[in-house]
């Protein structure tokens, strides 16, 4: 790997200092380094370029900061699975597995070949005007004004509509079963397993319990009744709804890749950030 980009939460001075090291490592090791736009700034001292198309122009991401900046990475994924190093520098570090100390080892052992990458599932969604987004936690409806009840059609397939009267619904990935949905009293989905999951908002009528899908099979969710209604994508961007509205989920054909630390497991994460070991 040749050319290593570095996705950075601007905000947090340790994220820029922590990438200033890497960056060091990296030019002195003959790497490539570049640069999202917005990073223009540091770029002479850095020794690096810049570029819109970051993950396209990168072998490899190196991403600094929290969950939330990994899902941010994960948004910047065009044409091709780049592989990501997410080192948390955040509160929850659910997704970003790597502490700061180990991020420079962990490069090496990506440089050497003998580090470990895990595939994690990415959801395609396919909005009213026919356009698609990523996401690799979440896609959820709900109200954007006054709480009230949405009426929601669920297809999977070529089954029968399911029902549901709702505060909303949440549709996620197995990573982003540990987020929203977890809060909604959703089930924890080991991330090596491959599903969609469905978890109602405060389910006043119809589908009241989680259900865990196939990823292949397309799931469409038709908006019945509701004014103000929102998707939130990620927890990062909001796109309008209306009744009659109509969604599309399915598996993205693009794989999400990480470096998975070699210094904890699923299980590890799941004591340490949630206490449920």
């Not at 690096?48 to 122009?57: G, L």
Request: hydrophobic share 40%.
């Amino acid at each position: 790997m040749q050319r290593i980009g570095f996705v950075l939460k601007r905000s947090e001075e340790k994220a820029v200092t922590l990438g200033e090291e890497i960056n060091r490592f990296l030019v002195e090791s003959g790497k490539d380094v570049v640069l999202e736009t917005s990073c223009e700034d540091l770029a002479a001292d850095w020794k690096a370029t810049t570029s819109e198309r970051i993950s396209d122009n990168s072998d490899l991401l190196v991403v600094l900061g929290g969950d939330g900046t990994l899902l941010r990475a994960a948004s910047l994924l065009n044409c091709k699975p780049t592989p990501v190093l997410g080192v948390n520098l955040g509160r929850v570090g659910f997704i970003a597995e790597t502490s700061p100390n180990e991020a420079i080892p962990e490069l090496k052992s990506v440089m050497e070949g003998t580090a470990d990458f895990v595939e994690r599932m990415l959801l395609q969604v396919t909005l009213p005007d026919g356009t698609t987004t990523r996401v690799l936690n979440d896609a959820v409806i709900h109200w954007g004004g006054i709480a009230r009840i949405i009426d929601i059609g669920i297809k999977v397939g070529n089954a029968r509509e399911i029902d549901l009267r709702a505060d909303g619904l949440i549709v996620a990935t197995p990573i982003g079963s540990s987020a929203y949905s977890y809060a909604a009293h959703g089930p924890l989905v080991h991330p090596d397993i491959a599903a969609v999951l469905l978890t109602p908002i405060c389910p006043y009528w119809g589908l009241k319990r989680p259900v865990l899908l196939p990823p292949e099979v397309e799931k469409e969710i038709v908006l019945k009744k509701g004014e103000q209604l929102m998707l939130t994508l990620d927890g990062r961007t909001t796109v309008p709804l209306h009744e009659g509205n109509t969604l599309r989920v399915v598996r993205a054909p693009l794989p999400f890749i990480m470096v998975k630390s070699r210094n904890r497991d699923y299980f590890d994460v799941l004591e340490e950030k949630l206490g449920l070991l």
